[in-house]
């Protein structure tokens, strides 16, 4: 029987302090330190305007990744003159952000139960696939942070057009993982991961998310 796990990314196998704003105060302190602009006074501009805020609508033109930066690079260079930034200066500084944001070595950090987890299911006869909103250097960061060889396949939605919870990015995922006979979704949101995957016929597991349990309790589950 095959079966596969498929996971979201961000804050469920790995995760970078900060997020988005956190990223876009550090390309600040590469490029204008002393700038004195915070990630709280940063946030508020970004929680509108990523691809997947507009998951119900499909985004195939923005699949090659210079597309899908300029796009969010627009949204990032908002931020950054919102928050008082001299608009001269942003585009370098949009620059530094898509650098920064697909190096795995500048913050982004393994769970402690993320290789444990991965191991322990392929030891059970599970395959596992990558289903994230993300960006298109997402194989790149995997394989950066010493996880690509647990993985069959590594979708991003910067790559396919399709954020999740939209049902295609689900159908698109079971089409790559060759229509395995089992699949769970697991995942820290509970809209896009869990609503979405079962919206699309797929039993979710949600994880490290409002109290839900580390992925100890996906090994428990599926095992």
Not at 8 to 27: I, N, Q, Y
Not at 52 to 66: A, I, M, N, V
Request: proline content about 8%.
């Amino acid at each position: 029987m095959d079966r596969v796990v498929l996971w979201d990314f961000d804050e469920t196998l790995a995760h970078r302090p900060g997020k988005w704003s956190r990223c876009l105060v550090d390309a600040l302190d590469d490029e204008l330190p002393g700038h004195g602009i915070t990630v709280d006074v940063i946030r508020p501009f970004l929680r509108d305007g990523f691809p997947w805020h507009r998951h119900d609508q499909p985004h195939p033109e923005l699949s090659e990744p210079d597309t899908w930066w300029t796009h969010v690079g627009m949204l990032i260079e908002r931020a950054y003159t919102g928050a008082g930034v001299e608009p001269s200066r942003c585009s370098a500084l949009t620059r530094r952000v898509r650098t920064i944001y697909s190096d795995p070595t500048r913050s982004w950090q393994l769970f402690e139960d993320t290789v444990p987890a991965l191991e322990a299911l392929r030891a059970a006869g599970w395959r596992h696939a990558v289903l994230s909103n993300h960006v298109p250097e997402l194989p790149a960061l995997v394989e950066g942070l010493g996880l690509h060889g647990y993985f069959d396949a590594i979708l991003s939605s910067a790559s396919t057009g399709y954020e999740k919870p939209h049902p295609r990015a689900f159908a698109w995922a079971l089409d790559v993982c060759g229509s395995p006979d089992d699949v769970v979704m697991v995942g820290d949101n509970p809209v896009a991961d869990v609503a979405g995957a079962e919206a699309a016929g797929i039993p979710a597991i949600l994880v490290r998310r409002d109290g839900a349990p580390g992925l100890a309790a996906v090994v428990d589950r599926l095992t």
